[in-house]
């Protein structure tokens, strides 16, 4: 009976050499389509990148910004204790502040589509929502199936008077995300997805972040109530600066005067106490 060798598929010595060379070739080659992309990228979109505000977050941005014509997705991150709460208004707090950062290049009606959680799950308010746009040009979609949800966003990218679509939802669906990716791209419009848990990852988004709530910041003595704190992180950043094997995570700070969102000094991230660490309202009341 012949014997074979593993030894036999094994490529010549003179062959695996010029693969180990060709090696730093293929990553230059992966980084050149990647810049490509990129820039392939923010050209569909038709429009300049829309900054978040935060220089240290939007100088690893493509163009300094979040791409319009383009799907965003927004996760809930876990909490000081460890746990991600059910009710943790940090991840809905940044979807807002992205909706106001959209909402000002353009008139339009920024469409937010949910699907309630429970008997119990109550609209965002619409007075807390007032410190990032204003409610009025908000148009709030209820749908009892996330099948519903997905064709109400898909059809918003479609409408010429929306300036941006929320999708709120728990639900994971690749074959959905495919397509508000591409008719976000068609349209040139924003499109973010909001998730009150971690969600498996997908490659359709462009970028993917993870909110969490942080410990705010109390001057000792006094029993005041600091700012309100997130820690964020960019979990996929598809078109923007390479990023290191860690992913990049910021500690902001919410400004109630001057509307902005600023990245807390290194020297200023302690709290005097646990329970400082408290989170936002799930649907920002009060």
Not at 216 to 225: A, E, R, V, Y
Request: charged residues 20%; positive net charge; contains cysteine.
């Amino acid at each position: 009976m012949p014997v074979i060798s593993p030894s036999a598929f094994a490529p010549p010595i003179a062959s695996r050499a010029a693969n180990d060379a060709a090696a730093p070739i293929a990553g230059d080659l992966r980084e050149k389509i990647r810049r490509l992309e990129r820039a392939h990228s923010a050209q569909r979109a038709g429009q300049a990148a829309v900054p978040l505000g935060v220089p240290a977050i939007d100088a690893l941005l493509p163009e300094g910004g979040l791409l319009t014509g383009a799907l965003h997705e927004i996760e809930a991150g876990s909490a000081p204790s460890g746990r991600v709460a059910s009710h943790d208004g940090a991840a809905l707090g940044f979807a807002a502040h992205l909706l106001g950062r959209f909402g000002a290049k353009s008139t339009g009606t920024l469409l937010w589509c949910r699907r309630p959680s429970g008997t119990f799950d109550a609209s965002p308010y619409a007075a807390a929502l007032s410190a990032w746009f204003d409610p009025g040009r908000l148009l709030m979609v209820t749908a009892r199936r996330d099948e519903d949800l997905f064709w109400a966003m898909e059809e918003g990218l479609r409408c010429p008077g929306i300036a941006i679509v929320l999708g709120e939802t728990r639900a994971a669906d690749p074959t959905a995300g495919r397509r508000l990716s591409l008719a976000a791209e068609k349209s040139g419009m924003p499109a973010l997805l909001l998730r009150s848990q971690p969600a498996p990852t997908q490659s359709v988004c462009t970028t993917r972040w993870r909110i969490a709530s942080a410990p705010s910041h109390s001057t000792p003595g006094l029993n005041d109530i600091g700012a309100a704190r997130w820690r964020i992180q960019l979990r996929r950043n598809r078109f923007g600066a390479p990023s290191a094997a860690e992913i990049p995570s910021w500690l902001v700070e919410w400004n109630d005067e001057t509307h902005c969102l600023a990245v807390v000094p290194q020297a200023f991230h302690g709290s005097t106490r646990e329970s400082d660490a408290r989170p936002f309202d799930s649907r920002l009341v009060g």
